[in-house]
């Protein structure tokens, strides 16, 4: 009876985690694996043999609006990007051109968040509010270098960014027009990325309006409550001083 049981909460468990990593939609809310997510909920077993095998595999577990989710842990090797990979997906050939597009979805994340204690939620972003929270940023932390007490690396990385960008112009005239995602210009920059986030499911897009997934939510909520990091901290800094005045 154990052996029997035991072996059913391991195949669920499986079943569950390969469904997981090809990013099936595994949800209460939706026709789509109802079932694989009630042994989640309902079986201690097969949650516990999930969640050892995410944790060896160096994968997180979230889970929002009775949906799991899960995501690639840091220097997750093989289920996350690499600086090449995310290069090559995004459609971007240098690593100043890179962190670049680090810097817009830096942007693009603080517009959804609100904080732990609020239940408001922006709605929907457009590419022109981006530009001009990617432009603010990026010119007070040129501004403030010295206060934000970043090393030689960081101070070289964000002086590269800024020049890349303070070269581009907002728009091309072919882009003006056909909407194009290229290297060319800031508009260009931002398609690359908003196409980028729309393959991997975590935007939705209407009229020139981008919509977060459920999926991208929980992981912009659980960065800036778990996660943050340098870039975080650079940003917070700059905020709580532009706060200050």
């Known amino acids: 009876m154990w052996i029997n049981m035991d072996n059913r909460s391991l195949e669920k468990a499986m079943e569950l985690f390969g469904k997981l ?12 694996n ?20 995410l944790t060896q595999m160096n994968l997180k577990l979230y889970e929002y609006n009775e949906t799991l989710f899960i995501t690639a842990g ?21 690593n100043k051109e890179l962190y670049l597009c680090y810097f817009i979805i830096y942007q693009i994340i603080t517009k959804f968040y609100t904080g732990s204690g609020t239940y408001t939620y922006t709605e929907y972003v457009r590419i022109e509010d981006v530009m001009k929270a990617v432009d603010a940023g990026l010119h007070n932390v040129i501004a403030g270098m010295e ?26 005239n ?10 060319g210009s800031r508009y260009g920059y931002m398609k690359l990325v908003f196409n ?6 975590l935007f939705l897009e209407s009229e020139e309006r981008y919509y977060i997934t459920d999926r ?28 200050s005045y």
């Open 174 to 183: 072919e882009e003006n027009m056909t909407g194009k995602a290229s290297r």
């Open 21 to 32: 990593i090809a990013l099936e939609e595994v949800s209460m809310r939706t026709s789509k």
């Open 147 to 172: 206060q934000f007490r970043l090393n030689e690396l960081e101070e070289n990385s964000f002086e590269a960014i800024a020049n890349l960008w303070d070269e581009l112009p907002s728009v091309s």
């Open 216 to 243: 991208f939510r929980i992981i912009i909520t659980r960065y800036f409550e778990e996660e943050r990091g340098r870039l975080y901290e650079i940003m917070s800094k700059e905020d709580n001083d532009n706060a």
């Open 34 to 53: 109802v079932e694989l997510y009630q042994e989640y909920r309902d079986h201690a077993e097969v949650a516990n043999l999930l969640d050892t095998m």
């Open 74 to 94: 840091n220097q997750n090797r093989v289920f996350g990007y690499t600086n090449e990979e995310l290069r090559r997906l995004i459609g971007v050939r240098l």
């Open 196 to 201: 980028f986030l729309l393959s991997q499911a």
